[in-house]
Nanobody
Framework: QVQLVESGGGLVQAGGSLRLSCAAS??????MGWFRQAPGKEREFVAG????????YYTDSVKGRFTISRDNAKNTVYLQMNNLKPEDTAVYYC????????????????WGQGTQVTVSS
């Protein structure tokens, strides 16, 4: 059974850092992504990766601040978030097994339960 479990969220002051983890079980994935959803807003793409090609993708608002990476041995994907801003506050979800568009949440088959990130000003 495939399962994605996120961790690492929390409360941090603006300018601080957090590292989110997404531990996958049941299989490995060549395509994974991170999305977030703030209250009253739609779920939006944050970062994605195709490990087969080595390509990574970011939404413009996080470029230069967030980094997606993975640890093959642990079958875990990370989202390193630096210089956090209040507008980064959201529930963050990891997703796996993209079938088409990297930035489209509907393209991903598997989802984690989400982890809350709150950035205070």
């Amino acid at each position: 059974q495939v399962q994605l479990v996120e961790s690492g969220g929390g409360l941090v002051q603006a300018g601080g850092s957090l590292r989110l983890s997404c531990a996958a079980s049941g299989r490995t994935f060549s395509t994974m992504g991170w999305f977030r959803q703030a209250p009253g807003k739609e779920r939006e793409f944050v970062a994605g990766a195709n490990w087969s090609t080595g390509n990574t993708y970011y939404t413009d608002s996080v470029k230069g601040r967030f980094t997606i990476s993975r640890d093959n041995a642990k079958n875990t994907v990370y989202l390193q978030m630096n210089n956090l801003k209040p507008e980064d506050t959201a529930v963050y979800y990891c997703a796996a097994d993209r079938t088409y568009s990297t930035r489209n949440s509907a393209a991903y088959v598997y989802w984690g339960q989400g982890t809350q990130v709150t950035v205070s000003s």
